[in-house]
């Protein structure tokens, strides 16, 4: 069974400054998908940055990106120049291969709170 | 249009009601999700749907019923439901079922059971 571990239940970082959040997983297959998930409050959930296993290179949306280390089996997520509408839940989150989107396995998430 | 609707956004119920959470959405999605969150929880996967088919059940206790009465509408019958079934349920779709589809949220229907 695949675990997804983010070690880091709550963090806060100034506007305009960077954080990093941390996610580990262990998973014994070598084709899989990873993403980050922000969950704001009171607000839907949104996919915020995709991971392809095979990819060597990090994946970078605008003001995200990841550091994918695949051996080490690590998968952090850095904002940078953080906005107070990164205020949310992050989730990082793993599924296999040729299974149905729905079933990834998450982790237990970190609150990241922006301050002014 | 990303958007997935849900309503009622809050509802309390007795255990003895009987009550429905409905979902809608409007870009085509032929999968379509029910999940459960608990409070500074993550999502845990309760059916799918697959071309308004069941395709998964994660062993879901029977007082859910699952329905889905055409590709833009799903529905969660809720029935005879424990206090401990207070949660935010989720629910989402996605262009298809592969795990390369994106998922996509709604807000959730709070739902307090007393």
């Known amino acids: 069974a695949q675990t997804v571990t983010q070690s880091q239940p709550e963090m806060s970082v100034q506007e305009a400054e960077t954080v990093t959040l941390s996610c580990t997983y262990d998973?014994?297959?070598?084709?899989?998908?990873l993403f980050w998930y922000k969950q704001p409050p009171s607000r839907q959930m949104i996919l915020v940055i995709r991971?392809?296993?095979?990819?060597?290179q990090n994946a970078t949306e605008n003001r995200f990106s990841v550091n994918f280390q695949k051996a080490a089996k690590s998968f952090s997520l850095k904002i940078s120049d953080s906005q107070l509408g990164d205020t949310a839940m992050y989730f990082c989150?793993?599924?296999?291969?040729?299974?149905?989107?729905?079933?990834?396995?998450f982790g237990d998430g970190t609150t990241l709170t922006v301050k002014p | 249009d990303t958007e997935v609707t849900q309503t009622p956004k809050h509802l309390v119920m007795g255990m003895t009601n009987k009550k429905s959470l409905k979902c809608e959405q409007h870009?085509?999605?032929?999968?379509m999700y029910w999940y459960k969150q608990k409070a500074k929880k993550p999502p845990e996967l309760m059916f799918v749907y697959s071309y308004e088919k069941l395709s998964i059940n994660e062993s879901v206790p029977s007082r859910f019923s699952p329905e889905c009465p055409n590709s833009s509408l799903l529905n969660l019958h809720l029935h005879a439901l424990q206090p401990e079934d207070s949660a935010l349920y989720l629910c989402?779709?996605?262009?298809?079922?592969?795990?390369?589809?994106?998922?996509?949220f709604g807000e959730g229907s709070w739902l307090t059971v007393v």
């Open positions: 870009m085509g999605h032929r999968a």
């Open positions: 989150a793993f599924i296999l291969s040729n299974t149905n989107a729905g079933k990834s396995t």
């Open positions: 989402a779709s996605s262009q298809g079922h592969s795990e390369r589809n994106t998922i996509y």
């Open positions: 991971q392809e296993a095979y990819k060597q």
């Open positions: 998973t014994s297959e070598n084709n899989y998908y």
